[in-house]
């Protein structure tokens, strides 16, 4: 289990612009913390889909589609595997950090 919060994750989409009211944000919000657990493989973009898919109970195709139109609207779009990765490194660094810096795994609140 990660040591990263749902809320560092809802902050972190929220700074990249895409907000709750997003369909895709639900999508993101799973499958960032589906890759940060390790519950599904990082490198393939079809097992996040399916794996978000079941959580939400729609199709893995659905998955793709809110994702990627919420990516799209962001300040820099980027592929939907990328930004998912990228994400999970960003949050899974920052809280690594502060761990270190800090002594703690509680996380910043932003």
Known sequence: MS?????????YLTQKGIFHSSQGYKCLMLGIRGILDGTVDRNCAKAIYDYVAVKVGVKPGQVDRAIRHAIRKTAQPAPNKEFLLRAADDLAFSADAHAFLFGSSVEPSG
Do not use: G, H, L, Q
């Open 3 to 11: 040591n990263v919060s749902n809320k560092a994750i809802s902050d």
